[in-house]
Protein backbone atom coordinates (compact mmCIF):
# COMPACT_ATOMS: atom_id res chain seq x y z
CA UNK A 1 0.00 0.00 0.00
CA UNK A 2 2.27 2.78 -0.95
CA UNK A 3 1.68 6.56 -0.12
CA UNK A 4 -1.21 5.82 2.06
CA UNK A 5 -3.40 4.65 -0.77
CA UNK A 6 -5.83 1.27 -0.73
CA UNK A 7 -4.32 0.18 -4.08
CA UNK A 8 -6.83 -2.05 -5.67
CA UNK A 9 -8.49 -2.89 -2.23
CA UNK A 10 -11.96 -3.01 -3.64
CA UNK A 11 -10.76 -3.15 -7.28
CA UNK A 12 -11.38 -7.05 -7.76
CA UNK A 13 -14.94 -6.85 -7.15
CA UNK A 14 -15.79 -3.43 -8.63
CA UNK A 15 -13.61 -3.23 -11.36
CA UNK A 16 -13.61 0.80 -10.79
CA UNK A 17 -9.92 2.15 -11.14
CA UNK A 18 -10.78 5.52 -9.26
CA UNK A 19 -11.48 3.39 -6.05
CA UNK A 20 -7.64 2.50 -6.08
CA UNK A 21 -6.54 6.14 -5.40
CA UNK A 22 -8.84 6.41 -2.43
CA UNK A 23 -6.78 7.56 0.92
CA UNK A 24 -6.91 3.75 3.06
CA UNK A 25 -8.40 5.44 6.15
CA UNK A 26 -11.50 6.82 5.27
CA UNK A 27 -11.65 3.43 2.70
CA UNK A 28 -11.48 0.73 5.45
CA UNK A 29 -13.82 3.08 8.13
CA UNK A 30 -16.56 2.88 5.08
CA UNK A 31 -16.58 -0.76 4.40
CA UNK A 32 -16.49 -1.50 8.37
CA UNK A 33 -19.37 0.50 8.64
CA UNK A 34 -21.22 -1.19 5.93
CA UNK A 35 -20.37 -4.05 7.17
CA UNK A 36 -21.91 -3.15 10.05
CA UNK A 37 -25.04 -1.56 9.21
CA UNK A 38 -25.54 -4.76 6.86
CA UNK A 39 -25.21 -7.42 9.79
CA UNK A 40 -27.15 -4.80 12.31
CA UNK A 41 -30.47 -4.88 9.89
CA UNK A 42 -29.94 -8.32 8.97
CA UNK A 43 -29.92 -8.79 12.80
CA UNK A 44 -32.49 -6.49 14.44
CA UNK A 45 -34.91 -8.33 11.46
CA UNK A 46 -34.40 -11.54 12.74
CA UNK A 47 -36.92 -13.51 14.56
CA UNK A 48 -34.37 -13.84 17.58
CA UNK A 49 -33.55 -9.73 17.83
CA UNK A 50 -37.30 -9.92 18.29
CA UNK A 51 -37.58 -12.58 20.78
CA UNK A 52 -34.39 -10.43 22.99
CA UNK A 53 -36.47 -7.43 22.90
CA UNK A 54 -39.59 -8.73 24.26
CA UNK A 55 -37.52 -10.62 26.76
CA UNK A 56 -36.39 -7.37 28.02
CA UNK A 57 -39.60 -5.42 27.78
CA UNK A 58 -40.92 -8.57 30.27
CA UNK A 59 -37.69 -8.23 32.40
CA UNK A 60 -38.13 -4.88 32.64
CA UNK A 61 -42.00 -4.90 33.78
CA UNK A 62 -41.47 -7.66 35.83
CA UNK A 63 -39.01 -5.52 37.87
CA UNK A 64 -41.35 -2.75 37.75
CA UNK A 65 -42.71 -3.57 41.51
CA UNK A 66 -39.73 -4.41 42.83
CA UNK A 67 -38.48 -0.60 42.02
CA UNK A 68 -42.10 0.17 43.44
CA UNK A 69 -42.42 1.62 39.27
CA UNK A 70 -40.20 4.68 39.86
CA UNK A 71 -39.04 7.19 37.63
CA UNK A 72 -35.78 5.83 37.34
CA UNK A 73 -37.34 2.08 36.57
CA UNK A 74 -39.16 4.49 33.86
CA UNK A 75 -35.97 6.31 32.82
CA UNK A 76 -34.25 2.99 31.95
CA UNK A 77 -36.51 1.27 29.78
CA UNK A 78 -37.13 5.41 28.10
CA UNK A 79 -33.08 6.05 27.93
CA UNK A 80 -32.77 2.17 26.31
CA UNK A 81 -35.22 2.82 23.70
CA UNK A 82 -34.00 5.82 22.55
CA UNK A 83 -30.71 5.57 22.15
CA UNK A 84 -31.50 1.49 20.06
CA UNK A 85 -33.72 4.00 18.27
CA UNK A 86 -31.22 6.77 17.36
CA UNK A 87 -28.63 4.39 16.35
CA UNK A 88 -30.61 1.96 14.65
CA UNK A 89 -32.02 5.07 12.32
CA UNK A 90 -28.39 5.86 10.40
CA UNK A 91 -27.27 2.02 10.66
CA UNK A 92 -31.10 1.42 8.24
CA UNK A 93 -30.71 4.28 5.87
CA UNK A 94 -27.30 3.51 5.32
CA UNK A 95 -28.18 -0.31 4.27
CA UNK A 96 -31.43 1.06 2.74
CA UNK A 97 -29.24 3.82 0.62
CA UNK A 98 -26.45 1.43 -0.17
CA UNK A 99 -29.46 -1.12 -1.73
CA UNK A 100 -30.97 1.45 -3.62
CA UNK A 101 -27.87 2.19 -5.23
CA UNK A 102 -27.11 -1.03 -6.30
CA UNK A 103 -30.23 -1.70 -7.29
CA UNK A 104 -30.01 1.49 -9.40
CA UNK A 105 -26.83 0.79 -11.31
CA UNK A 106 -28.28 -2.85 -12.30
CA UNK A 107 -31.15 -1.60 -13.54
CA UNK A 108 -29.03 1.15 -15.21
CA UNK A 109 -26.74 -1.79 -16.58
CA UNK A 110 -29.81 -3.51 -18.15
CA UNK A 111 -31.41 -0.23 -19.68
CA UNK A 112 -27.86 0.14 -21.00
CA UNK A 113 -27.55 -3.25 -22.41
CA UNK A 114 -30.81 -3.92 -23.93
CA UNK A 115 -31.43 -3.32 -27.54
CA UNK A 116 -34.71 -0.93 -28.20
CA UNK A 117 -34.08 0.62 -24.07
CA UNK A 118 -33.84 3.98 -23.96
CA UNK A 119 -31.31 5.20 -22.58
CA UNK A 120 -32.22 8.50 -21.29
CA UNK A 121 -34.22 6.20 -18.43
CA UNK A 122 -30.45 5.34 -17.28
CA UNK A 123 -30.44 8.71 -15.34
CA UNK A 124 -33.92 8.71 -14.16
CA UNK A 125 -33.26 9.45 -10.45
CA UNK A 126 -31.72 12.45 -11.64
CA UNK A 127 -34.86 13.95 -12.80
CA UNK A 128 -37.01 16.49 -11.76
CA UNK A 129 -40.45 15.94 -10.08
CA UNK A 130 -42.18 17.23 -12.84
CA UNK A 131 -40.28 15.47 -15.12
CA UNK A 132 -41.05 11.96 -13.66
CA UNK A 133 -44.52 12.80 -13.20
CA UNK A 134 -44.48 13.22 -17.18
CA UNK A 135 -42.80 10.39 -17.98
CA UNK A 136 -44.96 8.23 -15.67
CA UNK A 137 -48.37 10.14 -17.42
CA UNK A 138 -46.31 8.85 -20.94
CA UNK A 139 -45.98 5.22 -19.83
CA UNK A 140 -50.00 5.41 -18.41
CA UNK A 141 -50.72 6.55 -22.23
CA UNK A 142 -48.85 3.91 -23.89
CA UNK A 143 -49.81 1.21 -21.19
CA UNK A 144 -53.85 2.35 -22.09
CA UNK A 145 -52.74 2.18 -25.69
CA UNK A 146 -51.25 -1.53 -25.44
CA UNK A 147 -54.17 -2.61 -23.31
CA UNK A 148 -56.42 -1.13 -25.80
CA UNK A 149 -54.92 -3.32 -28.07
CA UNK A 150 -55.28 -6.77 -26.15
CA UNK A 151 -57.90 -9.14 -26.73
CA UNK A 152 -59.64 -9.87 -23.09
CA UNK A 153 -58.47 -13.09 -21.39
CA UNK A 154 -61.17 -15.20 -20.09
CA UNK A 155 -60.62 -14.61 -15.60
CA UNK A 156 -59.13 -17.66 -13.92
CA UNK A 157 -60.22 -19.03 -10.79
CA UNK A 158 -57.24 -16.90 -9.01
CA UNK A 159 -57.61 -13.96 -11.04
CA UNK A 160 -58.42 -10.80 -9.44
Known sequence: MRGGTAPGLPLER???????????????MNRFFDRLSQWTAA???SARAFAVAAAALVVWAALGPFYQFSDTWQLVINTGTTIVTFLMV??????????????QLKLDEL??????????MIDLENCSEDEL??????????????????????RRAGDR
Do not use: C, Y
Open 14 to 28: TGIPALARRPLLPLL
Open 43 to 45: ASG
Open 90 to 103: FLIQHTQNRDAAAI
Open 111 to 120: IRALKGARNR
Open 133 to 154: VALKEQFERLSHRVGAKRTPRR
